[in-house]
Nanobody, 122 residues
């Protein structure tokens, strides 16, 4: 089993920054897992934000986050990060961490966290 716990969400004004963290634990987890961030805004489907393999090959959503968000990971700490700069009200969403031993990029992830809320005020 794998547990994923997100933190770092909160309320921020437009133009501000937040740093999300996701800590992975459990017997099944290995630093070789790919990890990813997804988000879901109210009334919308969950969407891919960014992903990172254990070798730090990175995939970003080609849309609105590229250039503003930076994904990274610390394999020694089993932790993944999402640095979010120049936040916009449309970034408001529940942000989820995901992990999988086989998939990468926008693929289907087996393990999910509970999410951390990010709210950006205008």
């Amino acid at each position: 089993q794998v547990q994923l716990v997100e933190s770092g969400g909160g309320l921020v004004q437009a133009g501000g920054s937040l740093r999300l963290s996701c800590v992975a634990s459990g017997r099944a987890f290995s630093s070789s897992y790919s990890m990813a961030w997804f988000r879901q805004a109210p009334g919308k489907e969950r969407e891919f934000v960014a992903a990172i393999t254990w070798r730090s090959t990175i995939t970003y959503d080609a849309g609105s986050v590229k250039g503003r968000f930076t994904i990274s990971r610390d394999n020694a700490k089993n932790t993944m990060y999402l640095q979010m700069n120049s936040l916009k009200p449309e970034d408001t969403a529940l942000y989820y961490c995901a992990a999988d031993p086989l998939t990468a990029g926008r693929g289907n992830y087996r393990y999910w966290g509970q999410g951390t809320q990010v709210t950006v005020s205008s």
